[in-house]
Nanobody, 120 residues
Framework: QVQLVESGGGSVQAGGSLRLSCSASGSFLSINAMAWYRQAPGKQRELVAGDTTGGSIYYADSVKGRFTISRDNAKNTVDLQMNSLNPEDTGVYYC??????????????WGQGTRVTVSS
């Protein structure tokens, strides 16, 4: 059974930093992409940063220059380094992975979410 396990959330003051980590475990052939989403209170879940196996990296405009996504393909992990945090970054952060379990068939998985709270 495939699992995504996140860690690293918490509370921080504005201007501070946090690092989120996500580890994929279970039986799968490969990871096509990994990403971080967040859901702020009362808002829809949004893509924050993504990294495809092909090397494409995406950042939401609101986090460019402040957040860095990094993958370790050998460990099946993806991290999100978050610097210069502001209260608008508050929310539950979810790890997402597109995993190829059978040749030619990829499935979308979500972690359980980790809460980030930024106080002013």
């Amino acid at each position: 059974q495939v699992q995504l396990v996140e860690s690293g959330g918490g509370s921080v003051q504005a201007g501070g930093s946090l690092r989120l980590s996500c580890s994929a475990s279970g039986s799968f052939l490969s990871i096509n992409a990994m990403a971080w989403y967040r859901q702020a209170p009362g808002k829809q879940r949004e893509l924050v940063a993504g990294d495809t196996t092909g090397g494409s990296i995406y950042y939401a405009d609101s986090v460019k220059g402040r957040f860095t996504i990094s993958r370790d393909n050998a460990k099946n992990t993806v991290d999100l380094q978050m610097n210069s945090l502001n209260p608008e970054d508050t929310g539950v952060y979810y790890c997402n992975a597109v995993l190829e379990e059978v040749a030619g068939l990829a499935y979308n998985y979500w972690g359980q979410g980790t809460r980030v709270t930024v106080s002013s």
